[in-house]
């Protein structure tokens, strides 16, 4: 019987997925950290599995291979990490096996005795970072040990790609981006660490020169889906809609699977259902992407203004279950299916600061000098998102 949950971050998984719509993580053909051919797949990184794309203020959510309404990145590679336990509800807890522990153990002293036994380091090496997957803190114990090994073979290709897979792992893009250019100097024609490489410098805010990774496998691999994929997610990134719905458009071409690519048809009716950046800003690309000015009635109250303002937002209003007002100044908006904690930080950021400008301006408005609160909620959970204070 197939496995119904995701062993990379614990989701369920759809039947018979090739992919993880949680973490982008391929569900057949994974090996360990050194099988060059068939290698843990890690192309849609932690921040990246889902692209939240804020164009001149309008969001659009692209999971990994299919469109989210509850989008995926909450798990980041962690299977315990996550809404409390990062599992879905009713999930047992997943445990690294007490055999697995005892063979690192034994593993560990052996090596300790025999530290130029590459082949040994290598194997113990291995084991710590398949069991990283389950239980996090042994990739640190990986990390040092695949460093035993670089120690002695400082130019040894798989030992530096699994350095960098490690760090990928470890959510520390700049030292995977360090390990993926060390391997890509000696290894130039890996389409997949470069699409590592990309994702890492995506990750990292790079996002031109991850673009220009990403352009540079596709041409040499027109038909390697995830980089054509993860282009599109780069283009997202950078504001440049039209060039995103040609790579999706690319991307559902070469898909190897019709599931994958009935996802990818999914995420680019999603894309171009969402109004242009000018719609968004009212005609006025330049505006800062704020949106439509709110039709407010004469006289009204700052309640009044920011809830005409709320419900009248493009991307705020659709998703709004109700708004509870606990004091003159102090609301809470109860939002259905908004990817708040699933947005890249910088993302968020923006966000956040153009709701705020919103209560700053109606707070001029209206004469208000007493502070202001509006508070994001999840209206399925209860869970306050973001709380939005002037």
């Not at 360090?178 to 290894?187: A, G, H, P, S």
């Not at 700052?302 to 606990?326: N, T």
Request: charged share 20%.
């Amino acid at each position: 019987m197939a496995n119904q949950f995701c062993s990379q971050c614990g989701a369920r998984l759809q039947a018979n997925a090739s992919f993880c719509a949680e973490c982008g993580t391929r569900q057949k053909g994974r090996a360990t950290a050194r099988s060059s051919s068939a290698s843990w797949q890690r192309y849609a990184p932690f921040l990246i599995v889902v692209a939240t794309l804020v164009i001149l203020g309008v969001v659009v959510v692209i999971g990994t291979m299919h469109p989210k309404t509850t989008t995926t990145v909450a798990r980041r590679g962690n299977p315990q990490a996550g809404s409390e336990s990062g599992l879905p509800e009713g999930h047992p807890p997943i445990v690294v096996p007490e055999e697995a522990k005892q063979a690192i153990r034994e593993l560990s002293k052996q090596a300790a005795a025999a530290p130029e036994d590459v082949a040994l380091w290598q194997r113990l090496a291995d084991l710590q970072y398949r069991t990283g997957q389950l239980d996090p803190s042994y990739l640190a114990e990986a990390e040092s040990s695949y460093r035993h090994i670089l120690a002695g073979k400082p130019d040894d290709l798989e030992t530096l790609r699994s350095l960098g897979n490690v760090a990928f792992d470890q959510h520390k893009p700049d030292t995977a981006i360090e390990f993926y250019r060390r391997y890509l100097k000696v290894k130039s024609d890996d389409p997949d660490v470069q699409t590592d490489l990309g994702t890492m410098l995506l990750t990292s805010g790079k996002t031109q020169e991850a673009i220009q990774e990403f352009q540079s496998v596709v041409q040499q691999h027109p038909s390697f889906f995830q980089a054509q994929y993860n282009l599109a997610i780069a283009y997202s990134k950078a504001g440049q809609r039209d060039k995103m719905i040609e790579a999706l458009e690319q991307a559902r071409t070469v898909a190897k699977d019709d599931k994958t690519r009935s996802q990818v048809e999914q995420v680019l009716a999603q894309v171009k259902a969402a109004p242009p950046p000018e719609a968004a800003a009212g005609g006025a690309a330049s505006s800062g992407a704020q949106a439509p000015a709110a039709t407010v009635p004469a006289g009204a109250t700052f309640k009044e203004g920011m809830d005409a303002w709320l419900h009248q937002h493009p991307i705020l209003g659709p998703k709004i279950a109700r708004i509870e007002w606990s004091g003159a100044q102090t609301a809470k908006v109860y939002l259905r299916d908004f990817p708040m904690d699933q947005m890249p930080a910088d993302m968020t950021a923006m966000f956040t600061d153009r709701v705020k400008a919103q209560v700053q301006e109606q707070k001029q408005a209206h004469k208000v000098t007493q502070p202001a609160t509006v508070e994001l909620v999840d209206n399925a959970s209860g869970k306050v998102m973001t709380t939005i204070t002037d």
